[in-house]
């Protein structure tokens, strides 16, 4: 079990096959940290419809797509990989 307080930036990686269970606060928001290809470092909010944790989108914003989510998440790799 892992417990994560707000506001801590963390993210998970599985290093084999597995379950997951995610818990968090309803409508708490989530932000991904984007490490830019000039070395920059920004946080970008992730919106999902009727999700726990994520934000509505604000209106005339669409919801983040998967595939979205996977790009922001995949600046990071190089920060995460496995040993």
């Known amino acids: 079990m892992v417990v994560v307080p707000a506001g801590t930036v963390h993210t998970f990686r599985g290093l084999t096959d597995g379950v997951m269970e995610a818990m968090g606060e309803r409508g ?27 934000r ?12 979205e989510r996977r790009a922001l998440y995949a600046t990071t790799d190089p920060l995460v990989r496995a040993p």
């Not at 470092?41 to 726990?52: K, M, P, T």
């Not at 509505?56 to 595939?67: C, D, F, K, L, V």
């Open 56 to 67: 509505e989108p604000p209106p005339g914003i669409p919801p983040n797509t998967a595939e």
């Open 28 to 54: 708490m928001g989530e932000w991904v940290v984007v490490l830019d290809r000039d070395g920059t470092r920004r946080e970008v909010e992730v919106y999902e419809r009727d999700h726990l944790w994520r």
